[in-house]
């Protein structure tokens, strides 16, 4: 082909993309706001993918999911099994369990497309939960971001209640074993617990009403809500613009990084197929809730070594670590020993999550708008804060394990209760005042680094016979990124009186709030001034002017 | 008001003849079913004497009859001493809260000795045939439910064991041959129950053993296992591996772009 023949070509497929895209533009209006969508700007690192993994963890949740639909059969009815899985035929079970060894066993696919479903809810949550670290980690979530912030939270609850749904509705032993601790947990409720649980089951437990309606959760309302919120949290990312780290040229106005069109689409269409590539390798070799091995589920049964999936093990934790409390108040038991692991501590930590954004801004009484992110050493009083939370988390995940953890160690499960019940209350302030010190420390090495440079590794000998270190200023990137460390002063405690000696009504709440001001800010290592900087500047030109000289004279 | 024509003490008669003729008959049925001692040659008796003596006494005591440290062996039959000698759990080789599966010490003649000496002692399970612990006509779906049901809750759904309170432990089933499970269902050695002819039937056994030997030979049919250890395992796997790899491609992604 010559080249005027294939510029001629090229001049036909664009004028039928015009055309196309003419014909669009006509009847929508639309040429505007593509264009803007295209030419969107988006900063560049690996840590804003995390969201784009939950992301497209939910799409493959969504694609694999409509396929089960098509095989599975939310049904009580009693049948007895007559599939292919040799080791369980003419066992009586639910239409739903067999059903879904149907889907492992007899369904084109089946299995690949279960172990896909249930692999990407794993993929799902713990995205959804990295990425929730580094949004808090870096400050992301300061104003104006707190109400997706919010939204956020509400996407993990949702997430976390979606996965356990789709945990319980195969009806195998575990399933029910799940369930069974789930009801328990609505019967806990004081007063109307057990109210609740009957209205929720339709009668006792297990009746045939529950999974049913589980599956009508499961896959209309949990999906349609999570789908919408997903929505709206991205239009505000979209509308607010993303965070962006500090660096060269990079302010608080403006979006360093690359247009939407072509880099991030290839980008992000890219890394959709290599987590749905990942997702598909994995469930394609590795096995995940093998349903037939634990059976169909009957209530006088149970098995050793029962758990959750992974997001729902730290509550299973909570409950496992919690002594055996009950009362019996007037006829009516309050059962503790459910009540404060599964209610009240999730209640407690869901809450101080979604409204953190708004504690943090009244602590520090910043009201000033956030695009450019923090450094987590920058601010170590929300980073050890951070740790502390998370290492609580972490005690009572590892507590839902005690048992497999008993077994593959050869420990006394009593003796790994009452280790991990000691560090529930002892490891989080430990960890909150070794991440403050950490910070604080890569703060003075920061600061250090700006004013005597890095330590090149190179190191003279001079004439007299002293040996020197040479320190070299650091690059230029580097000094935009130790320069973005603002001092932010702590709120001043006042006296809580006027010059006339009036009082200020608010003045308690004041001293309180610049008290937690301080306890927020204080020991933070100040940024270097700019006369310091000016003068480490000289000292560089200086010595290295004097290194250079001696390195010559000596030869 | 009539006269009562029973004399007061008739209900307690009626009452010891009843109990004394259940007790009789029972007493009938049961010695029927009892299991038999077989009679072992005196040599094999004797042999086994010595044999404990030396390697069993100074916990279980001179006359087997058992210590502080250790329970008396009069009674538990044959298979309780082939269970835990030929598994290497007997001898112990420390006092510990219970006694895990070694290197066998004693080889099978000296154990079938032992076994005889201890048998000798008084009546208790034997060590099964080889046609009781045959599955050839087991049923395995039926298995797999008595295995659910009485087995899962401490060997866990894949039998790879699990743990019980104060440091015990059940084991793994997973290397375990037919004649030792059912030995060990006849004698409920450490902290398993007994799982007698009378409330266990053999041939519910051999179904049992049956799901067993499915268990252990069974290739996961979704892809690699994980150790069939449940969603602990699977929790580790996408947190470490699946995670990870996302990560780094991830970081490489972020990283090809400057």
Redesign the interface.
Known sequence: MSDTQQKASENVVISKVGVAAGYVDDRLASANFTKRLLDKVFP???????GE?ALYSFIILLLSGTYLTLWFNPSMTEVIYNGSY??????KMSEAYSSALNI??DVRGG?LMR?IHH?AA??FV??VT?HLLRVFFTGAFRKPRELNWLIGTGLLTLAILEGFAGYSLPDD??SGTGLRIAQGIIQAIPLVGTYVAMFVFGGEFPGTDFIPRLYSVHILLIPGILLGLITVHLIMVFYQKHTQFAGPGRTESNVVG?RLYP?YMA?AG??FF??FG??SL?????????I????PYTP???????????YI?WLDGAVRLTPNIEWNILSHTISWNLLIPALIIPGIMFTLLGVYPWIEAWVTGDKREHHILDRPRNAPTRTALGVMALSFYLILWIA?????M??AFN?????VIWTLRFALFAVPPLAFVLTKRICLGLQRRDKEKLLHGYETGRVLRLPHGEFIEIHEPVSFEERAVLLSKVDVPALEITSGEDEHGVRNPKGRKAKIQAKLSGWFYTENVSAPTEEELAEADEHFAHQLGAHERTAIDSH | MAISRRHPAALLAVLVVALGTTGAAYAAVAAGTAPKVSAPSATQVTAGKQLFLEGCSSCHGLAAQGSTDAPSLIGVGAAAVDFNVATGRMPMAGPG?QAPVKKVVYSPAEIAALAAYIASLGPGPQIPTVEDVSTADAD??LG??LF??NC???????G????????R??PSLMKSSAKHIYEAMLSGPQSMPVFSDNTMRPTDKRDIIR?IE??QK?E???????G????????L???V???G???G???W???K?R
């Open positions: 560049d690192h690996w840590s804003f993918m995390l993994i040799l080791p369980l035929k003419g066992v492992s066993f299995m172990q692999w794993l993929f713990a995205a990295v032993l575990l690359y880099v980008k890219g890394f290599i987590v990942v997702t994995i469930a394609g070799l590795v096995t995940i809730n093998p037939w091995l634990y059976g006088s049964q149970i098995t050793a070594g029962s758990q959750p999936d992974w093990g839902g394990g005690n048992d497999i008993a077994t420990l006394s499960i009593n003796t | 809260i395995l779906a797999g439910e659910r049901t899962a809750q401490c060997h866990s759904f894949s790879r064991g699990g743990a019980l309170s104060e440091g432990w059940a799901y499915e268990l069974q996961d049919p979704g892809g690699y296992g994980l069939r250890l449940g969603t602990v395992t699977e929790g796997f996408i947190w591996i699946g995670l790899a996302l990560l491609i991830a970081v992604i972020g990283a772009s």
